[in-house]
């Protein structure tokens, strides 16, 4: 019964505090409303809302957008209730960062840091009422929109469409606002991508100025309404909100709308011939702890440059400004969609507070191997691609987790084994629990990896090809580590076009490999055309007086059968003289080229370049971290390749545990034998562009720039 009552009594103070809530409300005057019209809106006396707000003496003080509290029942309200009130309606942080306390740190500097109050950093972090600072605590710091201190009206919002080149950066940038901030106004927006399309709706804030009040006489014009004109479409035509054209001209509404004829005044059109967008300027996003000195020498431009285009730097450089830099500019700097990326150092830029949680789905085949027979297994293992991919990409992977662990990073993992199996995937689908994954790596087939990539896309899961480049289907979710051939064929001739000196071109391309011919001949028009016999072998005599006797040749040759290879490579080696050197090339490099029957010295001896999306290992920290745990055997190229993915996802994990977000800011990565620099192909997915020239040299492989090359032609 005692337990009833006080049930009751609960009950009863939750209805009551309610209704009293409830009693008043608050009210942005607006532009024409006086103190006795506000009133009769609310069926309350004039006195009331004067004794109810204290700053009001007379109703001349009711000015636009003054903020009233309005007595719903007609008593005045006391300063005690509108202090409640004003508590109730506090602004609530729009989101929170992790801060680990240092020594000598205070509660004052650390609200100074983040311009917070005392009050705001305890209402986070409950201990801190009842102990003091410490070091080594983790605080949890709000973070707050930021609010103009000049700005003495309401905050209001206005529609914006997006227009053709325009991104998520420009936008910000235009309306003077951060990333994070357009993200929080508009929470629609995709979390997986920075795409914005033609003629989408934006919520964003009325730009200063926009307002009536602000509004100069001569800015206006005479504007004579026409024939089925609505506000609209008027607005829209003029680049202005509907409700400030009713404000600009209140017969509007006496009139119960527009009518044909009717002359109205207007804001003049915008002069556009200047448009913030990827056409005419590039962006950048101000990082922490950033000066001006710093960013003028980053981005190549003039201190009187950058702040002539970035007015707003007037009142200070703040992390999450978006800066505009002309195109002009964009040379020389790591450009992506439009945004200047910094050249992170991941490994001094992670949190250790975010613990990735990594997925890992290969084909280690464990059915098919028998561990008692030991002979056959190594033979399994040696002579079965599958295997030794999978198990070789998972040993560097393991070598990667050690790595980010020495870090202070914790890593929870689960690892299946797709057996080479569509079925067999869907079953670890269909069984496991996905949920929190920060990523999935694998699986290799595509079929595996189509199924995988759409299951895993409903729940925001990136997934990581380990060796694909692209797929006949489209993912918006999927990362594609491994460079398309157009990618690494155009790495090749855009070398090569550079260097160009006039020498004789010739062109070897089975049928197969056409894609390779037309691109080779598009960049060297004049370049002559080999005759290729039943797709496999040439015609010698007729190929040797293609070879030039003058001038240096160039030979592409485009294939993938061994025996063609071997064949090509020994006739140039003998027809490469000091007199007239001759250089093999290909831009399609496959493993016809690395095959026991082609000859090493022959493809040094004709400096043999091509492009490639890996490069040579040496003795690098991965190498010896390797060796040591897997008791001195060398790591082999899947080796790396399954360290360098692995490395690369966690180490952005640790930095932001968002993939998606992380691919946007960052830009080229580096590890042990391969670079990673990810587009957002919008629904296709995020594609690799970075790739490697390499060359035979003196019988080694080594990596080439334009430099060398320059050098060595």
């Known amino acids: ?178 990333l994070d901030s357009l993200v929080v106004l508009n929470p629609d927006l995709d979390k997986n991508s920075n795409y914005l399309a033609v003629g989408q709706e934006l919520k ?107 007015p707003s730097l007037e009142n200070g450089l703040k992390a999450g400004m978006v800066l505009k830099i002309p195109k002009a500019n964009a040379q020389g700097l790591e450009v992506k969609n439009a945004l200047v990326l910094d050249q992170f150092n991941l490994k001094d830029s992670i949190n250790t507070l975010n613990r990735p949680k990594l997925v890992f789905m290969l084909p280690f085949r464990l059915d098919r191997i028998n561990f008692n027979d030991t002979k056959k297994t190594r033979n399994q293992v040696m002579t079965r691609r599958d295997l030794s991919l999978s198990l ?42 996905l949920y929190g994954v920060n990523a999935i790596i694998g699986p290799v087939t595509p079929a595996a990896l189509d199924e995988v990539a759409v299951q895993a896309s409903a729940k925001g899961i990136p997934v990581i090809a380990p060796t694909a480049s692209k797929s006949s289907l489209s993912h918006s979710n999927v990362f594609y580590s491994v460079p398309k051939e157009e990618v690494l064929r155009s790495k090749m001739l855009d070398y090569l076009q550079k260097v160009y000196k006039d020498q004789n071109v010739v062109i070897i391309a089975d049928s197969t490999h056409q894609a390779a011919h037309d691109s080779i001949l598009n960049v060297f028009p004049a370049a002559q055309i080999a005759k290729v016999i039943d797709n496999k072998s040439l015609h010698l005599d007729e190929f040797l007086i293609q070879l030039s006797e003058n001038k240096e040749n160039w030979v592409f040759l485009e294939t993938a059968q061994v025996n063609m290879v071997s064949s090509v490579s020994s006739i140039l080696n003998s027809a490469n003289t000091e007199e007239i050197p001759v250089r093999m090339f290909t831009t399609s490099f496959n493993s016809a080229f690395e095959d026991d029957a082609i000859s090493k010295t022959h493809l040094s001896n004709l400096r043999f370049a091509y492009p490639s999306f890996y490069r040579e290992l040496g003795n690098d920290a991965f190498t010896r971290a390797y060796r040591k745990r897997f008791r001195g055997v060398r790591p082999d190229r899947y080796a790396s390749r399954g360290f360098d993915v692995t490395m690369d996802i966690l180490l952005k994990l640790a930095y932001k545990d968002n993939l998606f977000e992380t691919s946007g800011v960052i830009g080229l990565t580096e590890y042990s034998g391969n670079r990673f620099n990810y587009y957002n192909e919008w629904t296709s997915g995020y594609f690799n562009r970075a790739a490697y020239l390499m060359e035979y040299d003196s019988l080694q492989i080594k990596e080439i720039n334009l430099n060398d090359l320059q050098s060595n032609l």
Not at 247 to 272: A, C, F, H, S, Y
Not at 411 to 420: S, W
């Open 392 to 433: 070789g990409f998972y040993s560097g992977a393991l070598v990667a987790l050690d790595s980010i662990k020495k870090m202070g990073v914790s890593v929870d993992v689960k690892t299946y084994d797709t057996q080479l199996n569509t079925d067999k995937v869907k079953e670890i689908l269909f069984r496991e629990n």
């Open 204 to 310: 964003l804030p009325r730009p200063k100025g926009d307002s009536l009040e602000d509004q100069q006489v001569d800015l206006f014009t005479s504007y004579t309404v026409p024939k089925k004109m609505t506000l609209y479409s008027l607005g829209k035509e003029f680049n202005i909100p509907s409700d400030s054209i009713v404000k600009l001209n209140p017969e509007i509404m006496q009139l119960g709308g527009l009518k044909e004829g009717t002359v109205i005044r207007l804001p003049k059109k915008k002069d556009t011939t200047s448009e913030v967008n990827t056409d005419n300027f590039i962006f950048y996003e101000v990082k922490p702890k950033q000066n001006i000195f710093r960013l003028t020498q980053n981005l190549d431009i003039t201190r009187d440059e950058l702040y002539r285009l970035n």
């Open 1 to 178: 019964m005692k337990t009833f009552k006080i049930a009751l009594v609960a009950i009863f103070f939750l209805v009551t505090s309610n209704s009293i809530a409830q009693q008043y409300t608050t009210h942005a005057v607006k532009e024409g409303e006086t103190l006795q019209s506000i009133a009769q809106q609310y069926r309350v006396t004039p006195y009331t809302i004067i004794q109810s707000n204290k700053e009001i003496k007379t109703a001349a003080d009711v000015k636009p957008n003054t903020v009233l509290i309005i007595p719903l029942d007609g008593s005045i309200i006391k300063e005690e209730e509108k202090k409640e009130e004003q508590e109730v309606e506090e602004i609530k942080p729009i989101g929170y960062s992790r801060h680990r306390v240092r020594k000598r740190e205070t509660l004052f500097s650390l609200t100074q840091r983040y311009d917070i109050t005392e009050e705001q950093l305890k209402r986070y972090n409950k201990q801190l009422y009842s102990e003091p600072l410490k070091k080594g605590m983790v605080l949890q710091i709000p973070k707050y929109p930021e609010i103009d201190p000049n700005e003495e009206r309401a905050l209001d919002f206005e529609t914006y469409i997006v227009q053709p080149k325009e991104t998520r950066w420009s936008i910000a940038h235009k309306y003077g606002i951060t």
